[in-house]
């Protein structure tokens, strides 16, 4: 939770299903890791392990955006947010098709991560109307 922000906030479906996609990528990306971590036998590394990075750092900076949205005043600045959230929701849908072609017994947790961002698109879309 965020320092001095209205208690209500968090009682929104929206910030409720962001904080559901960031535990839910937290966890996949831990699991991935464990599969992606090894080295290849030439030495080097599997290039998916940073895209499970990025699932989880995406999935951190939703539940701020909303948080930021609903507190801004001023229209401009709250559309700002709202273009960040959106643009944060689309990387997430698109890295989890990445992380699909890895070679993880994890990626089978991705199409889970792809609905639960589906039905955050469509919080995110009644969300906007209201702000």
Do not use: C
Request: glycine share 2%; proline share 3%; net charge positive.
């Amino acid at each position: 939770m965020l320092s001095n922000t209205p208690t209500h906030l968090y009682e929104l479906p929206i910030y409720k299903k962001a904080m559901e996609i960031f535990a839910l990528s937290q966890n996949i990306s831990v699991y991935l890791n464990h599969d992606l971590s090894n080295l290849k036998e030439d030495g080097s590394e599997d290039i998916n392990i940073y895209f499970s990075g990025d699932i989880v750092q995406q999935s951190v900076s939703l539940a701020p955006e909303i948080v930021n949205a609903e507190l801004e005043r001023y229209s401009d600045r709250k559309h700002k947010h709202i273009a960040s959230l959106r643009r944060l929701t689309n990387l997430l849908y698109k890295n989890s098709y990445r992380l699909e072609r890895s070679n993880s017994n994890g990626k089978d947790f991705l199409p889970i991560l792809r609905a639960e961002l589906r039905k955050f698109k469509k919080l995110q879309r009644n969300w906007m109307l209201s702000l």
